[in-house]
């Protein structure tokens, strides 16, 4: 199975912000529209089961999550041999990270399109910085 995790950065006021840029939005007629996320990495489908959010409010949960990554996230080897070293540097900017998490299986595919998108641009306006694509 092959795996990638695509990892996002942006500053937010408060977690409830954070959520509500991921979050699909509804109108009244029950239709959904793109989250911010979304628009972000220009799609139109995205499995929320393989998303997560982290928000910093310290130093220590900002280390927290970093140790999680390294160490945590995956028990696979060539993940963590493959995290950029400047990528603790780059979080530090940020005080809110989304992990986008996508595999390719025998079984079917779970965000396939995140292994194309490992140069990612970011759209002028939005809100998530790209940081990196980790595929293992």
Not at 39 to 64: A, P, W
Request: net charge negative.
């Amino acid at each position: 199975m092959k795996n990638v995790l695509t990892i996002l950065a942006a500053n937010f006021d408060s977690e409830e912000q954070l959520k509500e840029f991921v979050e699909i939005i509804y109108n009244e007629d029950g239709d959904a529209r793109p989250s911010g996320i979304m628009t972000s990495i220009g799609t139109t489908r995205l499995d929320y089961d393989f998303v997560e959010t982290h928000f910093f409010n310290d130093v220590e949960s900002r280390q927290s999550f970093w140790d999680y990554l390294c160490y945590e996230y995956c028990s696979n080897e060539s993940f963590s041999k493959q995290i950029p070293p400047t990528l603790n540097e780059c979080i530090n900017q940020f005080n809110s990270i989304i992990l986008l998490y996508g595999n390719d299986s025998l079984y079917g595919s779970v965000n396939k399109f995140l292994f194309q998108i490992g140069g990612l641009v970011n759209p002028i306006g939005s809100s998530a910085v790209f940081l990196s694509c980790i595929t293992y």
